[in-house]
């Protein structure tokens, strides 16, 4: 037989194609915030926690897919757009409830931060369905993640602290406010400018629940009390750089993280860079 006639055996390789299962992410840091004892971000796909317990609140977001979790012997889940709070002390677990897992952003509250007489009122209803709750859990991680920024942090979270209060623990009416509060808060933040300020700090010195504080003061000045730092910290700046004092000293003496907080504030208020600035100054 002609070989060109000859027949030929083809071997076909299948190959069976799994997709792969996304890495399993965590980050977790311990930020300079008065009453903040973790941040956690994770994307888990398989991880499934068993029971366990925590000593502080777990103030909880998912931002891709859902978590299913026991608490208190009740079946509970967390889709987006919810605020889950799990009390401290009080046993769970969790695992993704899709194929794909679930991607959360978790902030561990000392019990003080909210108070013990929450927990009963938690375990009976942890998931909040609240759109402006969970934009401003988003916000405090956005900005726990940016050194230097620990002022609205505190504020961020006394005004989730209140919300919180309102949906487990809803009062009648509010206090009004005490005559002469901003101002006070105003006379403090002058008086600190270039130290490292806490709001904890400032509501015991003006005898004020935080969160009360910073509405107080956004109602008088127009905006919250780390904006107005800010602005009065940034003002100093445009003199002591005009005055030829280089970018990095002037972030060390306003009290600036570095000088890329310093750097990032000055642009987004100014238009400009430290640096450019300063170089393009007359006389």
């Avoid at 398989?46 to 925590?54: F, I, K, Q, S």
């Avoid at 007489?117 to 859990?137: F, S």
């Avoid at 970018?247 to 000055?266: E, I, K, M, W, Y």
Wanted: aromatic residues 6%; positive net charge.
């Amino acid at each position: 037989m002609d070989r060109a006639c000859r027949p030929h055996r083809r071997r076909i390789l299948y190959v069976l194609c799994v997709p792969a299962t996304p890495p399993e992410e965590t980050t977790a840091w311990r930020p300079r915030v008065p009453g903040v004892v973790e941040v956690f971000h994770a994307h888990f796909t398989a991880h499934r926690y068993p029971m366990h317990v925590h000593d502080s609140w777990t103030l909880l977001i998912v931002d891709d897919g859902a978590v299913r979790y026991d608490l208190d012997r009740h079946h509970r889940g967390t889709p987006r757009d919810t605020v889950s709070l799990l009390p401290p002390h009080v046993p769970h677990n969790g695992s993704p409830a899709t194929e794909d897992g679930f991607r959360k952003r978790v902030v561990y509250l000392e019990l003080d931060r909210l108070g013990s007489e929450l927990i009963g009122p938690a375990v009976d209803g942890p998931d909040l369905a609240d759109p402006l709750l969970h934009r401003r859990v988003g916000q405090l991680h956005t900005v726990l993640g940016a050194p230097g920024e620990e002022l609205e942090a505190e504020s961020r979270l006394a005004l989730i602290a209140e919300r919180l209060h309102r949906h487990l623990r809803p009062r009648a009416t509010a206090a009004p406010p005490a005559p002469g509060l901003a101002q006070g808060l105003r006379d403090l933040l002058d008086a600190r400018l270039t130290e490292r300020t806490t709001l904890d700090d400032a509501a015991h010195r003006l005898h004020a629940h935080p969160a009360h504080l910073v509405r107080t003061f956004t109602a008088a000045f127009g905006l919250p009390p780390h904006q107005y730092l800010t602005a009065r910290r940034i003002d100093r700046a445009r003199r002591l750089l005009l005055d030829g004092h280089p970018p990095a000293a002037v972030a060390t003496t306003l009290g600036f993280h570095d000088q890329s907080h310093l750097n990032r504030h000055f642009r987004r208020i100014v238009g400009t860079t430290p640096g450019r600035f300063a170089g393009r100054r007359r006389g």
